[in-house]
């Protein structure tokens, strides 16, 4: 099954927005080809996204002159790439490129890699750079200067100055791990602290409970049981002297 393509977007003749609306509709119709009979459903098919501006008005005059002649001027899709390039792209493509190239200002600045890698390599596409050492420095003097600093004082696997593609890796890597830790840094500054708060070993005087004074109980001893009677020593010889004698013999 067909992935769902999406349509280019409506194009008002904005040169610094030429180069993508083409390449889109190039893309699309590459995709689908099944979905045009001709050329020249193509070409009608593009400009229904010409829609405002500068775009709609070049629209118009295509038509007026097909109106005039009784033909379609644009025949074929090469011409219409053609006629598009010389109405829609920058007059001086090469000599912008190599202004924001060869500029003190041209450096990476907040992008990521990816994306100050996708416009150095469209600048230069556009220039025609294409000697390797050229492509190193040119890419080296763009970048961050910390990622500059890593690549160059790589210990050991780094990339040579006349392998541009070898460079485009390195920061690329080094980038994504910047962003890696920035991310995870984020997550752990903003986490809750999974610790419990401590808590003071000296409460609050107003978390004290007051308890009334501790009074002394009073406790009556038992008395003891009486000790059993032995009798006094010297009693029992009293008792012994008031006893009767008996009687004797009279002499």
Known sequence: MCPKLSCPPDFGGE???GRAFLNSCSLYICLAPEQFHDEEERILWALTFFKSGHAAKWSENVFRQEADAGVFPIRTWRDFEQQF??????VNTEVDAINALEGTSYHQGGWTVDDYLDNFQALVSDIGYTNPQTLVVKFQQGLRLGIQNQIVTMPYRRPADTDPDAWYRAARRIDQAHLANEAFQSISHSAPSALPKTVSARPSPLSVARLPPVL???ITPKPLP???SMGIPMDVD????TRSLPLQGCY
Do not use: G, Q, S
């Open 85 to 90: 390039r010389v109405h829609f792209f920058p």
């Open 238 to 241: 009293t008792t012994r002297k």
């Open 216 to 218: 002394p109980l009073l």
């Open 15 to 17: 040169c610094h927005n």
């Open 226 to 228: 009486p000790a059993p």
